[in-house]
C-alpha cells in the first residue's frame, strides 16, 4: 500500500475517535478500521473508559474472522501492551495474526511507549509509523500534554467586545446579574465545549459577581468537574455552585473538608503549580478557564496556557473590565452568527 491510502484510512480513524471527545477521560481517543484488499472490512472506536478498545471493537465487528489474517489494521495510537480496566490490545492483533499494524502516534503514557510496537513486532506484524502524526497528535492534545507536562491540558475562555472589555463596571444594581457579550450561539458553543473537558475552573469572583452554574444545560452532554480559586473561602453559601448536587472542588489556603459532592482542598502553597500537581495526581487531564479576568491573567502570565478560544462580538461597553493581557501568533477565526470566534495556540 502506498502512503496515500494509509493516510485515507488513518483519517478515517481519527474521524471515528472524534466520536468520543470528553467521553474517555482518562483514556486518549482512538479510532480503529481494518482493510482487506483495499475495502473497509471493520471499524470501531474507544467510546468510553472502562469499556473495550477502538481495536477490539473494530476486530469484533469484522464478520469473517478467517480474513483477519490477510488483512491491515490501522490505529491513530499505539496499541496498549498492558493490564487495565481491559486486557492488552496486542494481544488480540496477535492472537487473529493480523500482519500489518499501521499507527499514528507512539503512546506517551509510560505503560505503553512504544512497547506496544515491540509487542506487535514479536508477534510477527510489520508495523508502519507516525502516518499522519500531526493529525493523530492533535487529536490526542490533552492526553500528550497530560502525560508530557505532568499537568492538564489548559484552555483559556473569553468574550470580549469589539471595544476590548470583558464585563461592564460591577455595583449593586447589576451585582449578580450577567451581561451576555457574545450571542446564544456562542454561549451553546460553550457548553458544548464544557461537555468535552475534564472540568471548568473560574476564580471566586466570578462566583460572587455572575452566580454561573457551569454546566451543560445548553448542551446534551456530561458536566464537567467544576474548580473554583478561592483562596479566602469567600464563596457564598448561597451560590449555585454551592447549593446544588454537583461535584465542585473550592481550593483555599485555610482548610480542607469533604462535605457530600463539595470538596475544599487546602493548597500549600497556594499558587498555580501545587493546583495544577493536584489536578495531574486526580487525574484531570483538561480544564477549560472560564475567568474572570484575574485568574486568566494568572495563567498567562505564567505561560500556563495550550489553547485560547476569544469571542469578539460587535458591542461596545466604552467603559468596564478590560481584557487580559495576552498576545499570540497563532491564530485561526470563525463565525458564530456574528460573533467572531478566534483560536490561538501556545
Same mark, same amino acid.
Given at each position: 500500500?502506498?502512503?496515500?491510502?494509509? /493516510?485515507?484510512?488513518?483519517?478515517?480513524?481519527?474521524?471515528?475517535?472524534?466520536?468520543?471527545? *470528553?467521553?474517555?477521560?482518562?483514556?486518549?481517543?482512538?479510532?480503529?478500521?481494518?482493510?482487506?484488499?483495499?475495502?473497509?472490512?471493520?471499524?470501531?472506536?474507544?467510546?468510553?473508559?472502562?469499556?473495550?478498545?477502538?481495536?477490539?471493537?473494530?476486530?469484533?465487528?469484522?464478520?469473517?474472522?478467517?480474513?483477519?489474517?490477510?488483512?491491515?489494521?490501522?490505529?491513530?495510537?499505539?496499541?496498549?501492551?498492558?493490564?487495565?480496566?481491559?486486557?492488552?490490545?496486542?494481544?488480540?492483533?496477535?492472537?487473529?495474526?493480523?500482519?500489518?499494524?499501521?499507527?499514528?502516534?507512539?503512546?506517551?503514557?509510560?505503560?505503553?511507549?512504544?512497547? *506496544?510496537?515491540?509487542?506487535?513486532?514479536?508477534?510477527?506484524?510489520?508495523?508502519?509509523?507516525?502516518?499522519?502524526?500531526?493529525?493523530?497528535?492533535?487529536?490526542?492534545?490533552?492526553?500528550? =500534554?497530560?502525560?508530557?507536562?505532568?499537568?492538564?491540558?489548559?484552555?483559556?475562555?473569553?468574550?470580549?467586545?469589539?471595544?476590548?472589555?470583558?464585563?461592564?463596571?460591577?455595583?449593586?444594581?447589576?451585582? *449578580?446579574?450577567?451581561?451576555?457579550?457574545?450571542? /446564544?450561539?456562542?454561549?451553546?458553543?460553550?457548553?458544548?465545549?464544557?461537555?468535552?473537558?475534564?472540568?471548568?475552573?473560574?476564580?471566586?469572583?466570578?462566583? +460572587?459577581?455572575?452566580?454561573?452554574?457551569?454546566?451543560?444545560?445548553?448542551?446534551?452532554?456530561?458536566? @464537567?468537574?467544576?474548580?473554583?480559586?478561592? @483562596?479566602?473561602?469567600?464563596?457564598?453559601?448561597?451560590?449555585?455552585?454551592?447549593?446544588?448536587?454537583?461535584?465542585?472542588?473550592?481550593?483555599?489556603?485555610?482548610?480542607?473538608? #469533604?462535605?457530600?459532592?463539595?470538596?475544599? +482542598?487546602?493548597?500549600?502553597?497556594? #499558587?498555580?503549580?501545587?493546583?495544577?500537581?493536584?489536578?495531574?495526581?486526580?487525574?484531570?487531564?483538561?480544564?477549560?478557564?472560564?475567568?474572570?479576568?484575574?485568574?486568566? /491573567?494568572?495563567?498567562?502570565?505564567?505561560?500556563?496556557?495550550?489553547?485560547?478560544?476569544?469571542?469578539?462580538?460587535?458591542?461596545?461597553?466604552?467603559?468596564?473590565?478590560? +481584557?487580559?493581557?495576552?498576545?499570540?501568533?497563532?491564530? =485561526?477565526?470563525? #463565525?458564530?452568527? *456574528?460573533?467572531?470566534?478566534?483560536?490561538?495556540?501556545?
Amino acid at each position: 500500500m502506498n502512503k496515500t491510502i494509509d /493516510q485515507y484510512y488513518m483519517q478515517r480513524c481519527i474521524n471515528l475517535a472524534q466520536k468520543a471527545l *470528553g467521553k474517555t477521560y482518562p483514556n486518549p481517543m482512538v479510532g480503529s478500521v481494518i482493510v482487506h484488499e483495499n475495502k473497509i472490512i471493520g471499524e470501531g472506536w474507544h467510546q468510553k473508559a472502562g469499556q473495550h478498545h477502538a481495536e477490539v471493537n473494530a476486530i469484533n465487528s469484522v464478520s469473517d474472522k478467517s480474513l483477519l489474517k490477510k488483512s491491515t489494521i490501522y490505529v491513530n495510537l499505539e496499541p496498549c501492551s498492558h493490564f487495565g480496566k481491559t486486557p492488552p490490545c496486542v494481544e488480540i492483533i496477535g492472537k487473529y495474526m493480523i500482519p500489518r499494524v499501521v499507527i499514528g502516534s507512539i503512546d506517551p503514557n509510560p505503560k505503553v511507549a512504544g512497547n *506496544g510496537i515491540k509487542s506487535l513486532e514479536q508477534f510477527g506484524c510489520k508495523v508502519t509509523l507516525g502516518v499522519l502524526k500531526k493529525e493523530t497528535d492533535f487529536l490526542n492534545r490533552r492526553f500528550f =500534554t497530560f502525560h508530557k507536562k505532568k499537568r492538564p491540558y489548559l484552555i483559556l475562555k473569553w468574550a470580549q467586545t469589539s471595544d476590548h472589555f470583558i464585563a461592564p463596571l460591577k455595583n449593586e444594581t447589576n451585582k *449578580g446579574s450577567v451581561y451576555w457579550i457574545s450571542n /446564544q450561539k456562542s454561549r451553546q458553543k460553550v457548553h458544548q465545549w464544557r461537555s468535552q473537558e475534564s472540568a471548568v475552573l473560574v476564580g471566586v469572583q466570578t462566583i +460572587i459577581d455572575d452566580d454561573p452554574e457551569l454546566t451543560t444545560r445548553d448542551w446534551e452532554g456530561s458536566n @464537567p468537574l467544576r474548580l473554583i480559586l478561592d @483562596p479566602e473561602n469567600r464563596t457564598p453559601i448561597d451560590s449555585k455552585v454551592y447549593r446544588d448536587k454537583r461535584n465542585t472542588y473550592f481550593f483555599n489556603k485555610l482548610k480542607s473538608s #469533604n462535605n457530600n459532592m463539595k470538596k475544599m +482542598i487546602k493548597l500549600k502553597p497556594f #499558587n498555580l503549580q501545587t493546583f495544577l500537581n493536584y489536578c495531574f495526581n486526580q487525574e484531570i487531564q483538561s480544564i477549560i478557564i472560564e475567568g474572570g479576568k484575574i485568574t486568566l /491573567q494568572h495563567f498567562i502570565d505564567a505561560n500556563l496556557w495550550d489553547e485560547a478560544r476569544v469571542f469578539v462580538a460587535s458591542k461596545k461597553l466604552n467603559r468596564g473590565t478590560p +481584557i487580559p493581557k495576552f498576545s499570540s501568533l497563532s491564530q =485561526t477565526s470563525v #463565525n458564530i452568527d *456574528g460573533d467572531k470566534l478566534n483560536f490561538f495556540f501556545n
